[in-house]
């Protein structure tokens, strides 16, 4: 058996939101976290996923 806990804690007041949706928005975060350390999910961006192409070179090629 396998199991995970998340904790996490919400803002009193977020511009914007309602409490309502400052709880699902921290756990929604928790549930994120929690199941990313139980499957081993990495969620940092992939470098090769990256658009590298240098802003404006198209704006530069034209001028």
């Given at each position: 058996?396998?199991?995970?806990?998340?904790?996490?804690?919400?803002?009193?007041?977020?511009k914007g939101?309602?409490?309502?949706?400052?709880?699902?928005?921290?756990?929604?975060?928790a549930?994120?976290?929690?199941?990313?350390?139980?499957?081993g999910?990495?969620?940092?961006?992939?470098a090769?996923?990256?658009?590298?192409?240098?802003?404006?070179?198209?704006?530069?090629?034209?001028?």
């Amino acid at each position: 058996t396998e199991s995970v806990t998340a904790f996490s804690r919400e803002p009193d007041m977020k511009k914007g939101m309602d409490q309502s949706q400052i709880t699902g928005s921290a756990e929604s975060y928790a549930h994120k976290y929690a199941l990313g350390g139980l499957f081993g999910i990495d969620d940092t961006k992939d470098a090769d996923s990256m658009d590298n192409r240098q802003v404006g070179a198209k704006q530069q090629g034209n001028n």
